[in-house]
């Protein structure tokens, strides 16, 4: 496991741009085989996989969400970024960075941080 910490504004104004940033102290984004995924849950609701970077720097996307979202990498910073654009108050969540592993499940998680779209 590693430590994986989310950092961004909690509050975004409809129509937008949301940053979020996930920091991984002490571990290394390129190691082979590991993912790096956003997830959201909204008030209420269940965990929804946003999309993810892969270790050797590709990326999916969830396609309902595909045409607002970006996810980036900083390598020498071992942190990567999520933008969504624009943002809708229906985006209002608890935001999280996850790590996935080759075995297709997720070994280390951030706290979250909460992120509220409202004018």
């Known amino acids: 496991q590693v430590q994986l910490q989310e950092s961004g504004p909690g509050l975004v104004k409809p129509s937008q741009a949301l940053s979020l940033t996930c920091s991984v102290p002490g571990g290394s984004i390129t190691t082979t085989y590991y993912w790096w995924s956003w997830i959201r849950q909204p008030p209420g609701k269940g965990l929804e996989w946003m999309g993810a970077?892969?270790?050797?720097?590709?990326?999916y996307y969830s396609p309902p969400l595909k045409s607002r979202t970006s996810i980036s990498r900083h390598t020498a910073k071992n942190q990567f970024t999520l933008q969504l654009s624009p943002v809708t108050p229906e985006d209002t969540s608890v935001y999280y960075c996850?790590?996935?592993?080759?075995?297709?499940?997720?070994?280390?998680w951030g706290q979250g941080t909460q992120v509220a779209v409202t004018s």
């Open positions: 970077i892969a270790y050797s720097g590709i990326t």
């Open positions: 996850a790590r996935g592993n080759g075995l297709g499940a997720y070994d280390s």
